[in-house]
Structure formats: C-alpha cells, structure tokens
Nanobody
Framework: QVQLVESGGGLVQPGGSLRLSCAASGRIFSINAMGWYRQAPGKQRELVATITSTGTTNYANSVKGRFTISRDNAKNTVYLEMNSLKPEDTAVYYC????????????????WGQGTQVTVSS
C-alpha cells in the first residue's frame, strides 16, 4: 500500500510565500507523475500543478508565474513553492500521485493525500 503525506500549509498574508511538501511511501516501483490540486468548501477540486517522471511541468493559468512544482526523486517527494499568494488561493491543497507498485503485476494506481490547509488573509 502507498500513502501520501502532505505538510507545510498554514496562514499567510497576501503577497506572502509558502512551501508545501508531499512524501510518498510504501512499495513503490516508480512514480509516473505527481501533482497538486486544491478545493475550497462547496467548490470543485481543481488542478494546480503537475510534474511527470521526466520533469515536465504543467500549471493552471491562475498560478502560472507564481507557483513552482518540483520533485526529489530520492525522497519520493514533490514540492509546491507558492509565491505572491492571493486570498483566492485559500483552499485545502491535496497531493496526487500516479504510482506503479512493486508487485509482480506492476499495477498502476492513483493515490491522494489527506490535504493541507492554506489560508491567505490579512
């Protein structure tokens, strides 16, 4: 079984910065891609950023130029550096990973973390 654990959320002022981390653990053969999604109460979950196994990144238009996604393959960890934060960035941020496990079948599954709260307010 694979688990994702997020950390780094908190309360910041508008214009401030925050760095989120997500560590994957378990019987992992390879990680195809990892990403961050966010969801506010009563709203749909939306994509924020993704990164592939080869390092290709993709960002939502609303965060381009402000957020940076990166990964540390040795630690099976993905990061989200958030700069110039705005009140509309307030949400629970969820880590997502597409992982091939270490079983003989090398099955591919999508996993979600428990979420970490980010609040941007004066």
């Amino acid at each position: 079984q694979v688990q994702l654990v997020e950390s780094g959320g908190g309360l910041v002022q508008p214009g401030g910065s925050l760095r989120l981390s997500c560590a994957a653990s378990g019987r992992i053969f390879s990680i195809n891609a990892m990403g961050w999604y966010r969801q506010a109460p009563g709203k749909q979950r939306e994509l924020v950023a993704t990164i592939t196994s080869t390092g290709t990144t993709n960002y939502a238009n609303s965060v381009k130029g402000r957020f940076t996604i990166s990964r540390d393959n040795a630690k099976n960890t993905v990061y989200l550096e958030m700069n110039s934060l705005k009140p509309e960035d307030t949400a629970v941020y969820y880590c997502k990973a597409v992982i091939r496990d270490y079983s003989t079948s090398r099955a591919v599954y999508t996993y979600w973390g428990q979420g970490t709260q980010v609040t941007v307010s004066s």
